[in-house]
């Protein structure tokens, strides 16, 4: 018990010291101590900050020399008014993704400015500039009735003379229903005649 009285008894007394030896020439050199050492950290801290805003050496020379020469109560706030908004690494991410959404609109404005066309054969994609079908291989170039110039089948007028073009029939594809008809009538022919021969 006498051991923590006599803690006890050393922690007031030491206590009572540091405030009877505390005066006012102590507290303006602390707080002249502790001006300083803000000071630097500020400076420190610029020196990282516009390192990482700039790389132009005039700018990092100016902002440093305005926190030394100014002092944080005036210098920091100057800094903090003329120093780059953002730090390279965010200029350089924003310039890309400014980019990237520009060549997105481009690409977006020329897949809706471009007509999608089908061929009227098969309707399968195709290019304006194809003068045959990749898929079905028919010609997708006709003579204009007028002016006998080259001109697409799916376009209703010409654009050379302004004549009207008249849509023909496709003999081609009613070909192909009759011959698909005539494979039928013949099958079920054929099934008729076995059928009978059963019998």
Not at 1 to 20: A, Q, R
Not at 66 to 74: E, G
Not at 85 to 111: A, D, H, P, V, W
Request: glycine content about 2%.
């Amino acid at each position: 018990m006498n051991y923590i009285n006599d803690t006890i008894d050393g922690f007031i007394w030491f206590y009572n010291l540091i405030i009877s030896s505390i005066t006012l020439d102590w507290i303006i050199k602390f707080a002249i101590l502790y001006f300083f050492i803000i000071w630097w950290a500020f400076i420190i801290w610029v020196v990282k900050d516009i390192t990482n805003r700039t790389t132009n050496i005039l700018v990092q020379v100016l902002s440093i020399l305005i926190v030394i020469l100014f002092t944080p109560i005036f210098g920091l706030p100057i800094y903090l008014l003329i120093r780059p908004r953002t730090t390279i690494f965010e200029k350089y991410y924003e310039e890309e993704t400014q980019l990237e959404s520009e060549e997105n609109e481009e690409i977006e404005e020329k897949i809706e400015k471009k007509e999608i066309l089908k061929c009227p054969h098969c309707s399968k994609h195709i290019e304006d500039d194809f003068l045959f079908c990749p898929y079905c291989k028919e010609k997708l170039t006709k003579k204009c009735e007028k002016c006998n110039k080259e001109i697409k089948i799916y376009w209703s007028n010409c654009p050379y003379c302004g004549e009207k073009e008249t849509k023909k029939t496709e003999p081609k594809k009613v070909e192909k229903i009759e011959w698909k008809e005539k494979i039928k009538v013949k099958i079920e022919k054929i099934d008729k005649n076995e059928i009978k021969e059963e019998k």
